[in-house]
């Protein structure tokens, strides 16, 4: 006939609207079908998806079909569900940190400190940091020492408490600062506190 025409023969659209009609031939069958519902793969751009909500994240359901996850809120993390299954919000563990900078070592003395967590710390920890090697010890060691210690026969420690808002350290005793070697030698023995700076870290 002389009106067939390949399809190599018709003239080729320039822009399509996601209205328009189409004719496909599935299996020999004639069909009609939005040109929204015939996609090509990787042709879908960010800017042709479905717009949401900022901070949404898309994901795979059940079903195989995309599944949204509303935004969760300040400091909370993604994990997987308890069925392993789909991704959900947590709150994070310590997604808050304090840091006191580094102190000087006074004993006896209480220092205070606001550590503006905005609620009581769930871990508080001491750590010394060596300024002048002693001991073993080179600069910038760094080593946690234990809170709510205090040795009998070696009349020192220290121990710390707190609340939403503040920490209060106390070094106990009048004969220094007691710590275990870290050189050839096994013993305990009074630091040099101006060679050693304390910071207090805390979490919540």
Not at 58 to 85: C, D, F, H, W
């Amino acid at each position: 006939m002389a009106d067939d025409k390949e399809i190599s023969d018709l003239p080729e659209a320039t822009s399509v609207s996601s209205t328009d009609l189409l004719h496909m031939s599935v299996s020999g069958n004639s069909r009609k079908v939005k040109a929204q519902n015939v996609l090509a793969n990787d042709v879908v751009t960010l800017a042709a998806m479905e717009h949401g909500t900022e901070g949404d994240i898309l994901y795979y359901g059940a079903s195989g079909e995309p599944s949204r996850l509303t935004k969760g809120t300040v400091g909370q993390a993604i994990k997987m569900n308890a069925s392993a299954t789909a991704p959900e919000w947590s709150d994070e563990v310590f997604a808050k940190i304090y840091d006191s900078g580094e102190l000087s070592i006074t004993a006896p003395s209480e220092t205070t400190l606001s550590h503006g967590l905005g609620g009581m710390p769930k871990l508080i920890w001491a750590v010394f940091v060596c300024k002048v090697a002693e001991y073993g010890f080179s600069v910038g060691d760094e080593f946690i020492y234990p809170l709510g210690y205090a040795s009998l026969s070696a009349g020192n420690g220290m121990v710390a408490k707190s609340d939403s808002t503040q920490i209060k350290i106390r070094f106990i005793g009048t004969s220094g600062v007691y710590v275990g070697r870290f050189d050839s030698v096994y013993q305990n023995v009074t630091i040099t506190q101006a060679s050693w700076k304390l910071v207090v870290r805390a979490a919540l």
